[in-house]
C-alpha cells in the first residue's frame, strides 16, 4: 500500500509540473511579439516535488469565464500619474462596441467636464474626452452612466477598459493608436511628394494625403486667413501643434477625408495675442508673415535652451547659439536681399520744388542685407481719370516686368522722400511673392484687379541675382523655379472648396487674379 501510494503522489507531482510549464510556454508564447511583459515568475520544482503546490498567481480582475487565460502584468502606462502596476490582457470583451466613426481627435484634448488637459483619456465609443481612469474620475463615471468599457490615453496612446482598469493590448487597435499620433520614418518623408496615392477614409470617400485637400474650415467659415516635423521634447505651443497639423495632413490612415486646424487656430489665437481670430477677417499675407516668423523664433529659442543646457563650456555654448540661428524654417523660406538707399540730406526750398530743380540736393547712400521670408511685387499705379478707365478692359502685365524692381538698378520712391533700390543675394528653396493689391485711402480700401501673367514652370530668376554672388560652377537649374501653390483673393484653386476638390485648367490659372505665388526651386 505504501508503494502504491508513493506512486500516486510521484504521478500528481508529474502531473503538477507539467500543467506548471505548460502555463509557463504558454505564457511565453503570449508575450513573444512586440508588447512588453513581465517574465519574472520562477518554478521551484523541488518545492513542487516536496508537495507544496503554492506559486505565484495572476489577479483575474474580471473574474468572469475567461479564467482560463492568464493576464499579464505590464507597468502602469500613466506612471506619470498613478504608482501602481497595472494588469494587461488580451481578452477585452468589449472590443466590438469602438466606434471608429465618432472619434476625432484634431481637437484640443482637454476633459469634456472639467475642461483640464492633463491626463485626458478619450471614449473609443462616443468619442468624448475625459480625465482620469481611476474610481471617482470623470472617465470611471462615464464608465458606470454610459457603459462606455474602451478608453485610449491620449498622451501614452495606450487603451483600457473601465471599470476593471486593465490595459488593452490588441493589434486592433494600432490604427487608432497612430490616428492619434501618426509618425514617419526618414524614408517615408523622402517619398512623400514622389508617391502621392489616393487614400481611402472610413465612408469610402477618396482623398489625397497632402495639405491642399486636407485643410478644412468646419464651423470656422468665415476665417480667410486660414484658407492658407518639427520635434522637441519641450516645444512651444504653436511649434507642436504646427507639427502634429501636418502631420495629420500627411496621414495616409485617416478615418476621415479632411483634417480641421482647430488646434493651430487656438494656439495662434493665443500666441498673437488676439491679433488673429475666428470670425475677424485678416489678410492672408500677415498670417503667413506672422506665423513663418514665430515658428522660426520659437525654434531658435528651443535650440538655444537645449544647446546651453547641454553645454559643458562657454565657447560650446556660444558655438551652439550661433549654429541655433539657422533652422528648417530659414533653410527653406528664408532670402537675402541688399538694400541700397539714398536719404536726402536737405530739404529742397520751395523755390527749388517750383522750379523742379534736383541737382543741387545732396544724398546720403546706405547699403544693408536684409532676410527676407516674401517679396513684394508692387502693380503700376492706374489712371484716376474715369475716361481713361474701361471698366471692359482688364490690364495685363507679365511677372518679370514685376520683378525689375529687384534688379539692382530700377529705383523706386518713398513717401518720405528715399530712393531706394533692391538686389537679391540669395534666393532660398521655396519663393513666396506677394503681389499688392490692396491700396487704403481716407475712405476704403481699393483692389487693384490688373491680371499677372506668370510661368507655371522653368520662373528663371537668374537675371535678378548680384553677380557677385553668382558662380561659374552654379547649376543652370539652381536659378529655375516651378508654381507650387496660389492664393487668390477670391475663387479657388485646383479647386480646393471645404471637402470638394476640383481640377482647373492650367490656362485659368495664370490669368487670375493672384494675390499670393509660391515656386519651388527645380532640383538639381
Not at 490588441?170 to 518623408?189: A, G, M, V
Not at 558655438?319 to 527653406?332: E, L, P
Not at 539692382?408 to 531706394?420: H, L, R, V, W, Y
Request: hydrophobic share 30%; proline share 4%; charged share 25%.
Amino acid at each position: 500500500m505504501s508503494n502504491n501510494n508513493n506512486n500516486n503522489n510521484n504521478k500528481d507531482n508529474r502531473n503538477a509540473i507539467n500543467t506548471i510549464v505548460e502555463e509557463k510556454d504558454n505564457k511565453k508564447r503570449v508575450a513573444s511579439d512586440q508588447y512588453v511583459v513581465d517574465d519574472d515568475e520562477d518554478i521551484d520544482i523541488a518545492s513542487m516535488l516536496a508537495g507544496n503546490k503554492s506559486r505565484k498567481r495572476y489577479h483575474n480582475p474580471t473574474n468572469n469565464d475567461n479564467n482560463n487565460q492568464t493576464p499579464l502584468t505590464t507597468p502602469s502606462s500613466s506612471s506619470s500619474y498613478s504608482s501602481k502596476s497595472t494588469i494587461a490582457r488580451r481578452d477585452c470583451p468589449y472590443l466590438d462596441t469602438v466606434n471608429r466613426g465618432v472619434l476625432d481627435f484634431d481637437f484640443d484634448k482637454v476633459c469634456s467636464i472639467s475642461m483640464v488637459k492633463h491626463n485626458v483619456y478619450a471614449c473609443l465609443v462616443c468619442g468624448k474626452n475625459f480625465q482620469g481612469r481611476g474610481e471617482g474620475s470623470h472617465a470611471h463615471y462615464h464608465c458606470l452612466q454610459s457603459n462606455h468599457h474602451v478608453f485610449a490615453n491620449l498622451h501614452t496612446q495606450k487603451f483600457y477598459c473601465l471599470p476593471e482598469d486593465y490595459e488593452i493590448i490588441d493589434p486592433s487597435l494600432d490604427d487608432i493608436r497612430y490616428l492619434i499620433n501618426p509618425t514617419f520614418t526618414k524614408e517615408q518623408i523622402s517619398k512623400m511628394d514622389s508617391n502621392i496615392k489616393q487614400s481611402r477614409s472610413l465612408d469610402g470617400g477618396l482623398y489625397y494625403p497632402d495639405p491642399l485637400q486636407q485643410i478644412e474650415n468646419r464651423n470656422n467659415q468665415n476665417n480667410n486667413q486660414n484658407n492658407v516635423h518639427i520635434s522637441f521634447s519641450k516645444s512651444s505651443a504653436l511649434v507642436s501643434t504646427f507639427s502634429e497639423l501636418l502631420r495629420r495632413m500627411w496621414n495616409p490612415r485617416n478615418f476621415k477625408s479632411q483634417v480641421s486646424p482647430h488646434e493651430l487656430i487656438q494656439a495662434v489665437i493665443k500666441a498673437s495675442k488676439k491679433r488673429f481670430s475666428i470670425g475677424v477677417e485678416s489678410d492672408p499675407l500677415d498670417l503667413l508673415q506672422w506665423l513663418l516668423n514665430s515658428l522660426n523664433n520659437d525654434i531658435i529659442e528651443q535650440k538655444n535652451i537645449t544647446g546651453n543646457s547641454s553645454s559643458s563650456s562657454s565657447s560650446s555654448s556660444s558655438s551652439s547659439s550661433s549654429s541655433s540661428s539657422s533652422t528648417i524654417i530659414t533653410n527653406t523660406f528664408q532670402g537675402m536681399v541688399e538694400v541700397t538707399t539714398k536719404s536726402l540730406l536737405k530739404a529742397p526750398t520751395q523755390q527749388e520744388e517750383q522750379d523742379n530743380i534736383t541737382n543741387n540736393q545732396e544724398f546720403k547712400t546706405t547699403k544693408q542685407i536684409i532676410p527676407f521670408f516674401t517679396l513684394a511685387l508692387d502693380l503700376p499705379s492706374r489712371s484716376i481719370f474715369k475716361e481713361d478707365r474701361d471698366k471692359s478692359f482688364i490690364p495685363q502685365i507679365p511677372l518679370y516686368e514685376l520683378l525689375n524692381k529687384y534688379d539692382g538698378s530700377t529705383e523706386k520712391i518713398f513717401p518720405n522722400g528715399d530712393i531706394k533700390r533692391f538686389r537679391l543675394l540669395k534666393l532660398p528653396s521655396y519663393l513666396v511673392f506677394s503681389i499688392k493689391r490692396f491700396s487704403q485711402n481716407n475712405f476704403f480700401t481699393e483692389k487693384e484687379s490688373t491680371i499677372v501673367n506668370f510661368p507655371l514652370k522653368n520662373l528663371e530668376m537668374k537675371d535678378f541675382i548680384s553677380r557677385d554672388n553668382q558662380s561659374i560652377n552654379d547649376d543652370v537649374e539652381k536659378y529655375k523655379y516651378n508654381l507650387m501653390a496660389m492664393i487668390k483673393h477670391e475663387g479657388d484653386i485646383n479647386q480646393v472648396q471645404d471637402l470638394t476638390v476640383k481640377e482647373t485648367m492650367a490656362p485659368l490659372i495664370a490669368v487670375s487674379e493672384a494675390y499670393i505665388l509660391v515656386y519651388e526651386q527645380q532640383q538639381q
